[in-house]
């Protein structure tokens, strides 16, 4: 079996991620990571030297290539994976998905103090990126919710997460 965790950027997916590839026994992997290897250049870097359409085409690429790897794993993707290309559909077809959700005040204050590995809201201050991520979570959040189960992350701890995802997996993991 292969889990995806996705949502919204700072949304704590790569900590759950790896958290429950501990727990589980199985391998973690992050897309991001996987592209920065492949490429051998940060997201960063993608994005300024290439732009995001050359970002989008190997993000999708690489996912394809992960879901089709005869292994179980757990995997981490972009804030931006489940929305482009068939992406959801794909995480859907080989994988049980989970969506990890944030409202605006939890991302937002999650992502100030970590903006600047992020290309697309690293020159933004306080004001623009509450709009920012108002906007975008409300055109992202038709494809987060095509997950298999969606789990709030207001208020919780890792600990408070794991113990949750876990629970919901529960099904799987027999
Ligand atoms: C993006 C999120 C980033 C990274 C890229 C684009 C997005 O990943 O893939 O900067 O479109 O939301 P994280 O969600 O892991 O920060």
Redesign the pocket.
């Known amino acids: 079996m292969k889990f995806v965790l996705l949502?919204?950027?700072?949304?704590g997916?790569?900590t759950v991620a790896k958290a429950l590839s501990n727990k589980l026994h199985l391998p973690h992997l992050?897309?991001?990571d996987y592209?920065e290897e492949k490429e051998q250049m940060s997201?960063?870097k993608i994005?300024q030297t290439q732009g995001?359409i050359y970002?989008r085409l190997q993000?999708s690429k690489f996912l394809e290539e992960i879901l089709k790897m005869d292994s179980e794993l757990v995997l981490?993707?972009?804030?931006?994976?489940p929305?482009y290309s068939n992406n959801m559909e794909l995480i859907n077809r080989f994988s049980s998905s989970i969506y990890l959700k944030g409202s605006i005040p939890t991302i937002c204050q999650r992502l100030r103090n970590e903006k600047d590995?992020?290309?697309?809201i690293a020159d933004l201050n306080d004001e623009q990126l509450t709009e920012f991520v108002a906007k975008?979570l409300f055109e992202?959040r038709n494809f987060y919710e095509k997950a298999n189960k969606i789990i709030s992350i207001d208020g919780k701890s890792l600990e408070d997460l794991l113990t949750e995802v876990t629970l919901t997996l529960k099904e799987y993991l027999k």
Request: with cysteine.
């Open positions: 949502g919204y950027m700072g949304s997916k790569s992050d897309l991001d592209i997201v960063n994005f995001e970002f993000e981490s993707v972009g804030g931006g994976t929305c590995q992020r290309p697309l975008h992202r």
